[in-house]
């Protein structure tokens, strides 16, 4: 096998974005225009920080279906206390606190009491949306100190500088799957929890460890949503999961634990960016472009499974 056919087969996603990209560049001539680029890097910023925390969870065999919600709490809690106090630093603290308590209470719950990580999430998605509403009262919450304004708007080489943050959330991230013990026992939990146990891994802190992360992305990504709209919304992640599990399915992602990156959830995430920049600027109806956005997502998911499963025979 050609080095060229064994990458493609690593990274299934990658002749999708090479026929989206000469798609839309041949139906629009504004698609491949700095502007757009950096409207594609804010619309898709958060989405990428919290696929990230959701690739660690899908890699351990488990779902996080409170991540969206917990983002929207994070970046709630945060507002309220940049609100009433005029610092960044302490709305920071506060929205990484919250989405590090959820995070230990999915882990908990899932690793060393064994619940169902669907039910258990599910559970604490509504808990996180319930607080959202009732401290914002159900409107956005405003207030929000200049220096984090300012830092939404700030380009760093060109690049937006939340994008920024979320790429070095991918690089760290990708790192400690790739180079410490800890990357290697979460794929091996994921490929066999058995062994990962016999092996003497701590099992359940490995796998509580993924929960944690995924809510502390929750409330990076959450910080970054005011950082990009302005205000602090309590539905802010409303139409997020979807998406966040789209990107890491769609870069090739096992949902079943113990196959996948870190860099193929990028590759999963610009999918559908890429997709929805194209179809706005096609004036496709929203309603329309969630049909193909489904379509793509069950074709390039086959597609993935199918170049996985040929390259590990």
């Given at each position: 096998?050609?080095s060229y056919l064994?990458?493609?087969?690593?990274?299934?996603?990658?002749?999708?974005?090479?026929?989206?990209l000469?798609?839309?560049s041949?139906?629009?001539?504004?698609?491949f225009?700095?502007?757009?680029?950096?409207?594609?890097?804010?619309?898709?910023?958060?989405?990428?920080?919290?696929?990230?925390?959701?690739?660690?969870?899908f890699?351990?065999?488990?779902?996080?279906l409170?991540?969206?919600?917990?983002?929207s709490?994070?970046?709630v809690?945060?507002?309220?206390?940049?609100?009433s106090?005029?610092?960044?630093?302490?709305g920071?603290c506060?929205?990484?606190?919250?989405?590090?308590l959820f995070?230990?209470?999915?882990?908990?719950c899932?690793g060393?009491?064994?619940?169902?990580?669907?039910?258990?999430?599910?559970?604490?998605?509504?808990?996180?949306?319930?607080?959202?509403?009732?401290?914002?009262?159900?409107?956005?919450?405003k207030?929000t100190?200049?220096?984090?304004?300012?830092?939404?708007?700030?380009?760093?080489?060109g690049?937006p500088s939340?994008t920024?943050?979320?790429?070095?959330v991918?690089?760290?991230?990708?790192?400690?799957?790739?180079q410490?013990?800890?990357?290697?026992?979460?794929?091996l939990?994921?490929?066999?929890?058995?062994?990962?146990?016999?092996c003497?891994?701590?099992t359940?802190l490995i796998?509580?460890?993924?929960y944690?992360?995924?809510g502390?992305?929750?409330?990076i990504?959450?910080m970054?949503?005011?950082?990009?709209?302005?205000n602090?919304?309590?539905?802010?992640?409303?139409?997020?999961l979807?998406l966040?599990?789209?990107?890491?399915v769609?870069?090739?992602t096992?949902?079943?634990?113990?196959?996948?990156?870190?860099f193929?959830?990028?590759?999963?995430?610009?999918?559908?960016?890429?997709?929805?920049?194209?179809l706005?600027l096609m004036?496709?109806?929203?309603?329309?472009?969630?049909?193909?956005?489904?379509v793509?997502?069950?074709i390039?998911?086959?597609?993935a499974?199918?170049l996985?499963n040929?390259?590990?025979?």
């Amino acid at each position: 096998m050609s080095s060229y056919l064994k990458f493609v087969k690593n990274y299934p996603s990658l002749p999708i974005i090479a026929v989206l990209l000469v798609l839309f560049s041949s139906l629009s001539p504004y698609f491949f225009t700095a502007g757009n680029a950096e409207s594609i890097m804010l619309a898709n910023t958060v989405i990428l920080i919290a696929a990230v925390g959701m690739t660690l969870v899908f890699l351990t065999g488990g779902i996080d279906l409170s991540i969206a919600t917990v983002i929207s709490v994070t970046a709630v809690v945060g507002g309220v206390v940049m609100a009433s106090t005029g610092s960044v630093f302490l709305g920071t603290c506060a929205a990484l606190t919250v989405g590090l308590l959820f995070g230990l209470l999915n882990g908990i719950c899932i690793g060393y009491f064994g619940l169902n990580p669907f039910i258990t999430t599910m559970g604490t998605a509504l808990i996180a949306r319930g607080i959202a509403f009732t401290l914002s009262e159900g409107i956005a919450v405003k207030g929000t100190p200049d220096a984090l304004l300012d830092f939404g708007f700030e380009l760093i080489w060109g690049i937006p500088s939340i994008t920024i943050v979320a790429i070095l959330v991918v690089v760290i991230s990708a790192l400690a799957m790739s180079q410490t013990t800890w990357g290697r026992q979460v794929m091996l939990f994921g490929s066999n929890r058995e062994a990962a146990r016999y092996c003497g891994i701590n099992t359940r802190l490995i796998e509580m460890s993924v929960y944690v992360i995924s809510g502390l992305l929750a409330g990076i990504a959450g910080m970054m949503s005011i950082a990009n709209l302005g205000n602090a919304l309590p539905g802010v992640g409303d139409t997020l999961l979807l998406l966040i599990i789209g990107g890491v399915v769609l870069g090739g992602t096992h949902m079943n634990g113990g196959e996948g990156s870190i860099f193929r959830t990028v590759l999963g995430v610009a999918i559908l960016a890429i997709l929805t920049s194209g179809l706005n600027l096609m004036g496709i109806p929203f309603y329309d472009q969630l049909i193909v956005q489904g379509v793509l997502i069950f074709i390039g998911y086959c597609l993935a499974m199918k170049l996985s499963n040929s390259n590990s025979r």
